[in-house]
């Protein structure tokens, strides 16, 4: 297979079309411009739909139109438009729609920053909107598994009929590397419950999200846990990094971990047994991978671009029973490897 | 001879078919409730409806059918 | 003996929750036997509101959709964008259309789209208990302007066929009332056109029914019908504003 070298962004964009990506609904705001971009050259050519929306809140809202019919539909944005999306997702999420989300995260709060950032943790793990309520989080670290995590979170969305998230930032929107886009299997999943009109053939599909009746939500509600907890027994996924006989762990997500890598690698250089974690899905938080990770470790070390929030589920997949450590720079500041050693041996007591 | 058929259940007893009846026949009668608890709307006069349809055509409940 | 008026097959068989007297339950008789006529049911998609008819995704019979707030209008953009060959309608109330959506209104009106809309304005907020929405008259009495709406501290009403018939991707947007029996032929006539125009690829139609809420403003149904004629229908006057070929 052909490899091609790609801007994160514009890779991302090219695996939603070859993976059956129909309509693409975006507004613009850096750093994810360059998605909308290729969007707008690519799809209509390709029979799809771009559109570009009048806002965030109404680029969700298209989504959350062309996903009850039953199509593949994807709006991507930065921080300060996730916020405005989150009324919509909160909506499919609760109307059970499937649809992929793109989060090019960048500094906040407020209009904060344009540089890359992973100060959206707790918002896309924990608070994508009110009510109790789940989305998939995925969290790629190249350009490859941006293209990779596309298509599977657009498989995953389908099949327990929830919105996924791609929480990207900055760094691997904008940066290039080669990339190869896999054969496509294209299976058609079947819809049911789509309302894209009944042809007279079966009674009229409704979807929505409004129960009046307490009992009635609070039913739905905990049918809609038992898919979470299904979700949290099998989806899991973390990468592991020189783990089997290292005494401090690091713990990192997307383009952090890649620091982090090198970071191990110049401890390793030093003879000092470090290795790393990498969350690949943020929710479901791949908790016992870490636990059993960490087992022999002496020391753990949580490192991201925000003030620390993935650290808190890092410090509950332990159980509080190992020491863990937070690193982080934030508003734009990208860590180096340098630092990140600085910090193991800070935590080791190595001079 | 037209017919206007007032669905009891239905009926809410709110009175614009009275305001759109040409013939002046629609009442509201107060002898007896529906489930919802109204008064319903009622035909007084049979022979003299025209079937033109216009109280079902004011009504928020369609809660009136006209044959003809 | 043969059956001149009855339910249309496209609206349920069940009880409106709407109060008695409220002429919701005619405008969505209305919209249905548009449906009827043109032999479109299974080939619709509605997107409701919030407000009072947040539930007609129930009265419908085709597939509807229940949109956030506001948001029917761009609800409907991606339905239509995805299903083309389907006709879509959105069905929203002053406050969701006038307040809260204005920006998804005159954005999917501007890009032409070619949707139905169907804007039912009673100067209320109904469902949450009769406060001042953006189409309440100068004066009007809710439980927000508990003196009368007073334009200097709350500003003056939205007139939306006025506003819209402004833009060019804007195929027809017509007001008229369902308080009388002449007025509501006129009535469905718009929303038929409404349609009409989407399956011809027209553009964006937008039909606003003046409309009533007798129990918000404290009158019984028949002099509701009176305010309508008396207050609403001089201040927001019935007619055609835009009937055009939108040239894309």
Request: overall charge neutral; hydrophobic content about 40%.
């Amino acid at each position: 297979m052909e490899k091609k070298l790609m801007k994160g962004n514009e890779a991302l964009a090219e695996a939603a079309i070859r993976c059956g990506c129909k309509c693409f609904f975006g507004y613009p705001i850096t750093p994810q411009t360059e998605l909308s971009e290729y969007m707008a050259k690519r799809m209509n050519a390709s029979g799809g739909v771009f559109l570009q929306a009048e806002s965030e809140i109404a680029a969700i809202n298209m989504v959350l139109g062309a996903a009850s019919t039953g199509v593949r539909a994807m709006t991507s944005s930065s921080s300060p438009g996730i916020s405005l999306k989150s009324e919509g997702i909160s909506y499919i999420a609760g109307s059970d729609l499937p649809c992929v989300i793109i989060n090019v995260q960048r500094g906040g709060p407020g209009l904060g920053g344009i540089q890359p950032s992973q100060a959206d943790y707790w918002q896309a793990t924990k608070g994508l909107g009110h009510g109790d309520f789940h989305v998939l989080v995925f969290a790629p670290s190249s350009v490859q598994e941006v293209v990779d995590m596309v298509s599977y979170a657009f498989d995953m969305a389908d099949k327990y009929r929830m919105p996924a998230m791609l929480l990207s930032d900055g760094l691997l929107g904008q940066m290039m590397e080669p990339v190869v886009f896999p054969e496509q299997k294209s299976e058609a999943i079947e819809k049911p419950w789509a309302a894209n009109g009944h042809k007279n053939e079966r009674k009229h599909n409704i979807i929505n999200s409004l129960y009046i009746e307490a009992t009635d939500l609070e039913n739905t509600v905990v049918e809609r846990y038992k898919k979470y907890d299904e979700i949290k027994a099998t989806l899991p996924d973390a990468e592991t990094y020189m783990t089997d006989d290292a005494e401090y762990i690091i713990t990192a997500y997307g383009a952090t971990a890649r620091v982090c890598k090198s970071a191990v690698n110049l401890a390793r250089a030093e003879g000092i047994k470090a290795g790393l974690i990498r969350p690949k899905t943020l929710w479901p938080f791949p908790s016992e991978i870490i636990k059993n990770a960490t087992e022999n470790a002496k020391a753990i070390l949580c490192v991201e671009m925000s003030t620390g929030q993935m650290v808190d589920d890092v410090k509950l997949a332990v159980e509080c029973k190992k020491n863990v450590e937070f690193f982080g720079r934030t508003g734009g500041v990208i860590p180096t490897p340098a630092e990140v050693l600085a910090q193991i041996k800070k935590l080791g007591g190595i001079e | 001879m037209a017919k206007m058929e007032v669905l009891f259940e239905k009926c809410e007893g709110c009175g614009l078919c009275i305001t759109a009846c040409p013939k002046k026949i629609v009442s509201i009668q107060k002898e007896k409730r529906n489930r919802l608890g109204h008064f319903t709307a009622q035909c007084t006069d049979q022979e003299a409806c025209i079937g033109c349809a216009m109280c079902a055509m004011m009504c928020p409940e369609c809660a009136i059918r006209i044959e003809k | 003996m043969a059956v001149v008026f009855e339910r249309p097959k496209s609206l349920a068989d069940i009880r409106l929750h709407y109060c008695p007297g409220c002429t919701h339950g005619i405008i969505h008789r209305l919209v249905c036997e548009v449906i009827d006529e043109m032999g479109i049911e299974g080939d619709t998609v509605g997107v409701c509101p919030v407000g009072c008819s947040v539930f007609a995704y129930n009265y419908f019979n085709c597939d509807m959709i229940e949109a956030p707030h506001g948001r029917a209008p761009a609800v409907a953009t991606g339905v239509k964008r995805a299903q083309p060959d389907k006709f879509v309608f959105t069905y929203q109330g002053d406050g969701d259309l006038a307040a809260i959506g204005t920006c998804e209104t005159v954005h999917a009106a501007t890009r032409g789209e070619n949707i139905v809309v169907i804007f039912v304005n009673n100067t209320i907020y109904g469902m949450t208990g009769g406060q001042m929405a953006p189409t309440t008259l100068p004066g009007q009495v809710s439980t927000t302007t508990p003196f009368g709406r007073d334009p200097k501290l709350a500003g003056f009403p939205v007139r939306v066929c006025e506003m819209l018939s402004t833009l060019d991707g804007v195929a027809l947007a017509q007001r008229v009332a369902v308080d009388s029996v002449p007025h509501i032929r006129e009535a469905k006539k718009a929303i038929r056109k409404a349609f009409e125009n989407q399956r011809d690829k027209k553009g964006f139609s937008i039909v606003e029914v003046l409309s009533t809420c007798p129990t918000n403003w404290g009158l019984s149904p028949v002099d509701a019908i009176k305010r309508l004629q008396d207050e609403m229908i001089p201040y927001y006057p019935l007619g055609v504003y835009a009937d055009k070929e939108v040239k894309f």
